[in-house]
T-cell receptor, first 111, second 115 residues
Framework: SQQGEEDPQALSIQEGENATMNCSYK?????LQWYRQNSGRGLVHLIL?????REKHSGRLRVTLDTSKKSSSLLITASRAADTASYFC???????????FGKGTKLTVNP | ETGVTQSPTHLIKTRGQQVTLRCSSQ?????VSWYQQALGQGPQFIFQ???????GRGNFPPRFSGLQFPNYSSELNVNALELDDSALYLC??????????????FGPGTRLLVL
């Protein structure tokens, strides 16, 4: 079973615009991670946010975490065509080292 | 590049056959996790190996089995293949025992098609 749900399922924007993706999860977590996947290939780790953190930045990425609402968001600013990919959130399960993924958001950035 | 390699990249099998997929973990990593990703879905956890022992298993039947070797590389074996086993199989390595161990580094995957 999948822990998280990303929203929207698909997002299409123009280069230079910002992209926001949301993730909701069901059980308590120690941390939440975001991964990117290009065209059914391997996943690339983007950022990890711990349950005691509310916001984290990495380059053009900004992640927020609201544990009271069991939700997270990923903001990509000034998007580029190379950002076109599927984005997944993944959570641990209260100490378990397995990652539980959502179904992902497919982002298309048009040049 | 994560330094995690998988072989083969693609594989076609017929129903009922057996398959072995291989993974070499990133240098220094002692933990390997395997995931199955069906088309249009997120990865699903199959199991994890730490120091050659299974360390957690997802909701997969016993015909999915694995091994981890002393050099921390790993194999995923699937017996009696079914059509629904067609998927991308992802291997991820991590370094249990250090801070930041939660981050898993994924290989490029093996795409399995069962006919």
């Amino acid at each position: 079973s999948q822990q998280g749900e990303e929203d929207p399922q698909a997002l299409s924007i123009q280069e230079g615009e910002n992209a926001t993706m949301n993730c909701s999860y069901k059980t308590s977590i120690n941390n939440l991670q975001w991964y990117r996947q290009n065209s059914g290939r391997g996943l690339v780790h983007l950022i990890l946010i711990r349950s005691n953190e509310r916001e984290k930045h990495s380059g053009r990425l900004r992640v927020t975490l609201d544990t009271s609402k069991k939700s997270s968001s990923l903001l990509i600013t000034a998007s580029r065509a190379a950002d076109t990919a599927s984005y997944f959130c993944a959570t641990d399960q209260g100490g378990s080292e397995k990652l539980v993924f959502g179904k992902g958001t497919k982002l298309t950035v048009n040049p | 590049e994560t330094g995690v390699t998988q072989s083969p990249t693609h594989l076609i099998k017929t129903r009922g056959q057996q398959v072995t997929l291989r993974c070499s973990s990133q240098s220094g990593h002692n933990t390997v996790s395997w995931y199955q990703q069906a088309l249009g879905q997120g990865p699903q956890f199959i199991f994890q190996y730490y120091r050659e022992e299974e360390n957690g298993r997802g909701n997969f039947p016993p015909r999915f089995s694995g091994l981890q070797f002393p050099n921390y590389s790993s194999e995923l074996n699937v017996n009696a293949l079914e059509l629904d086993d067609s998927a991308l199989y992802l291997c991820a390595s991590s370094d249990r025992g250090t801070s930041g161990r939660e981050t898993q580094y994924f290989g490029p995957g093996t795409r399995l098609l069962v006919l």
